[in-house]
């Protein structure tokens, strides 16, 4: 490896982790499946990039990032580490693909001290912060929340993972020295058994009810069909239905909501694109996203207040402590930029304005958590991740461009549509922009038709063998495929019955399936 490629590795983590690009790093870089391919493509491999970066995103399905927390650990490290080390290893690609998928995700989990430096440091930006509040100095409140912020993050992620590829490249020769039994239980956990537990994991958000219908039918369509096919290209028509809908709900909401305001001027989108960009950019242990908020707000509130000690309140309230679902808190944004303006001109209490953020941030987090990322994300993603599947199934040393493009398109023109509708809403509507959110049969039947499309496709995934597969030999003269799509439901679904245990943690599942295959291997089993 050379040390350019290392650095193209180093800025990969740092944009899967960045406010950047419109608030979608999250939703798009920081995604296994996209950040593996790049890691691929930076290394020359794209296909082995490709293929490692969405059986760790498999793994992924059912996480879900909830006030700061990590998971089973940072799943955008895990994806380049893990890409890494499987193009990087001396092994035939099925053993490195296969090591590269678990060490990337055991590796991912020094993203856990990255992340507490990084909330460390943004404590200090905050105070910063608050010193520019006290001054009435809205601008440095902004551009403490942005410049600086984005420094320190780069500082901290690029340097760490080029720091970390280069360590691979130089160590990969000594994997030769690990011990057989242990390559192969390794190997196996990362080509046929973790994959089983991403998607028990997943099936906590939609094992009930029709889902369950759903992904058994997902399974047998897989298993009838005798290959992907089919289901990639149903796939895409999802992924297009989504994009397609997404831009033209963006075209149709806005006119609606436009029709239906008041007569008082419409806000500036300034406020929007900040809080879009720059929502987690001095995400902080003290306050998580009240810096991004008060960047938000902050020229709005210099244009509207005239005297420093105006605008130092008015930074201050939304300085404090605050956390939500990023997309749908847009609706937050502009319904405290509306009561600013009304109370700058003697209609609004500052106490309203304090409780109505305070108690509208927890409801929109509890409905926009399993709606955005139980729902919608995994539906998009185990799309994508079958079309992935599919390509290199036909041709497997093909870049595996069309999946994730596809879900970069679709997830993107998603999120963009939702955080533009909500911010709009909160302008047009005020306060019960929150109401007829909540109280929308059109949100609820799109979460559950969501919930049902994530069903059947990990379904299919349950049944594809590059996901999950015996780990052992089985008898001459069975029905292979029968027989293996057979265990891989029962491994799934044991896992799942285990993952709804409170005691049992995924990450520890994953060492149970790691010392299992190796048990395995040591008894010549595989």
Not at 107 to 129: A, H
Not at 166 to 188: E, K, V, Y
Not at 386 to 412: K, T
Request: proline share 5%; with cysteine.
């Amino acid at each position: 490896m050379s040390l350019f490629q290392a650095l193209l590795i180093g800025l990969i983590y740092y944009l899967a982790n960045t406010s950047f690009l419109c608030g979608l790093a999250y939703f798009t870089t920081w995604r296994p499946m996209v950040n593996g391919l790049l890691v691929g493509l930076a290394l020359g491999e794209p296909a082995q990039g490709a293929l490692i970066g969405a059986l760790i995103n498999v793994l992924y399905l059912g996480y879900m990032s909830v006030g700061g927390t990590l998971g089973i650990g940072d799943a955008a490290l895990a994806g380049i580490t893990g890409a890494t080390v499987g193009i990087l290893l001396p092994f035939p690609p099925p053993t490195a693909t296969g090591l590269g998928v678990v060490v990337g995700v055991l590796l991912g989990n020094l993203g856990f001290p990255l992340l507490t430096l990084r909330l460390k440091l943004n404590g200090y930006m905050v105070r910063r912060m608050d010193a520019a509040a006290e001054l009435g100095d809205a601008r440095a409140v902004t551009w403490l929340n942005i410049a600086p912020a984005q420094m320190l993050l780069f500082v901290i992620s690029a340097p760490s993972a080029t720091a970390l590829a280069l360590a691979i490249g130089a160590l990969s020769p000594l994997a030769g020295l690990l011990p057989d039994a242990l390559t192969r239980g390794l190997s196996m956990t990362g080509l046929g058994l973790s994959g089983a537990l991403g998607i028990a994991l997943a099936l906590r958000f939609v094992f009930r009810g029709w889902g369950i219908a759903l992904f058994l039918a997902g399974v047998a369509l897989a298993a009838i069909s005798g290959g992907l096919s089919f289901i990639a290209h149903l796939s895409a028509a999802v992924l297009l239905c989504v994009t397609i809908g997404s831009l033209m709900a963006i075209v149709a909401g806005t006119a609606r909501l436009r029709r239906n305001a008041s007569e008082s001027p419409r806000l500036s989108l300034k406020p929007f694109w900040l809080w879009q960009c720059f929502s987690h950019s001095a995400y902080s242990f003290e306050r998580l996203q009240g810096s991004g908020f008060a960047g938000a707000l902050a020229p709005l509130i210099d244009h509207l207040y005239t005297t420093p000690n105006e605008r130092r309140d008015a930074l201050k309230r939304h300085l404090a402590f605050f956390n939500t679902e990023v997309n749908l808190g847009a609706v937050l944004v502009s319904i405290a930029a509306r009561m600013e303006a009304e109370h700058a001109a003697g209609r609004a209490t500052a106490t309203e304005i304090e409780k109505t953020k305070s108690s509208l941030m927890g409801t929109l987090a509890g409905f926009g958590d399993p709606l955005i990322q139980g729902a919608l994300l995994p539906c998009v993603l185990s799309s994508a991740l079958l079309i992935l599947f599919s390509e290199l199934a036909v041709n497997p040393r093909q870049p595996a461009l069309i999946g994730p493009a596809l879900y970069v398109a679709s997830i993107a023109s998603l999120i963009f549509a939702i955080g533009w509708l909500c911010y709009q809403a909160g302008d047009a509507l005020g306060r019960g922009a929150v109401v007829r959110l909540l109280g929308s049969a059109i949100v609820r039947r799109g979460a559950d038709v969501a919930r049902g499309i994530t069903a059947f496709m990990l379904g299919a995934l349950t049944a594809t063998p590059a996901v999950v597969s015996a780990p052992i030999q089985l008898p001459p003269g069975l029905p292979t495929n029968l027989m293996r799509i057979g265990f891989s439901l029962a491994l799934t679904l044991g896992l799942f019955g285990l993952s709804l245990h409170p005691s049992v943690k995924p990450f520890y599942a994953l060492l149970g399936l790691i010392a299992l295959a190796t048990l395995l291997a040591l008894g010549g089993m595989i």
